[in-house]
């Protein structure tokens, strides 16, 4: 048996039979697999031996067709604490008024709805700031958006910042563990900000919703980067873990 740790193991939590089962569990795996080499390093050094860091790979729908030029600002994510879309919040209404042709679309549903749509009202961004919830179609917020950003609090990998590279998106994130810097290289092929930073966050949508050359060349760089995490690639790196239980080495 392998096992495969999907999220943060350090920052998310579970109740405590799932814990129990986990530090019962693991122990007598063959090996663990993590997407990141910070959530590999959360485990003892005995289960570190066996163990390889694969990665989430990045497969876009066959059929999609860009609707960019809209000055839209696109974050996806269940409406829970952890996506951070509170500070994100807080980010744009800090630079909204600078940027009166931009909007921002939240994608996505969760137990945060009416909480999150509180505090975008009292920082009077009803009329810039639209959650209309899950998406009709997988593709429909890569086609729109105009740049994407990532204001987790903590990720096990964050597939949809890589799919956002992929589709040739100019991207902003948190620095968050983990996943972010695993696939951004800042300031070559997005922006990568200190975790939980407003401000920085700020700043950083601000310098890439005023600036076109800017996202074309970082949109142009990432849409190279996300190559390298390709499904075959992926799978093979999966293929040798198996092979490896399989060998019995």
């Known amino acids: 048996m392998i096992v495969s740790e999907r999220n ?15 530090t019962k569990a693991y122990p007598h795996a063959f090996g663990l697999v993590t997407m990141t080499e910070g959530a590999r ?31 839209n600002l696109i974050a996806v994510g269940r409406l829970v604490d952890q996506k951070g879309f509170d500070l994100l919040l807080e980010a744009f209404s800090k630079v909204a008024r600078s940027f009166p042709d931009w909007t921002l679309t939240i994608w996505g549903e969760g137990p945060l709805r009416s909480e999150l749509e509180a505090r975008r009202d009292e920082l009077g961004l009803g009329e810039r700031v639209r959650m209309p919830g899950v998406t009709e179609r997988p593709t429909i917020w890569i086609e ?17 910042l890589l799919e956002a590279m992929a589709a040739g998106l100019p991207v ?14 800042d300031g070559v092929d997005g922006l990568l900000v200190p ?13 890439l919703m005023g600036d076109k050359t800017l996202r074309v060349r970082l949109a142009q760089s990432a849409a ?8 075959d690639r992926i799978n093979e790196l999966w293929r040798e873990a198996v092979q490896t239980a399989i060998d019995g080495n």
């Open 8 to 22: 943060n193991p350090e920052a998310q939590r579970f109740n405590a039979v799932w814990d129990w089962a986990r």
């Open 41 to 71: 390093r959360f485990f003892p050094l005995y289960m570190r031996k066996r163990s390889w860091v694969i990665p989430n790979p990045v497969r876009l729908p066959g059929e999609w067709s860009p609707q960019r030029g809209n000055n």
């Open 144 to 160: 729109t958006a105009d740049i994407f950003v990532l204001s987790s609090r903590y990720e096990g990998w964050g597939i949809v």
């Open 172 to 185: 902003v994130s948190f620095n968050c563990e983990w996943g972010p810097s695993d696939m951004v290289t």
């Open 195 to 207: 975790p939980l930073d407003v401000d920085a966050l700020a700043d950083a949508l601000a310098k």
């Open 224 to 231: 190279r980067s996300a190559a390298k995490f390709a499904p």
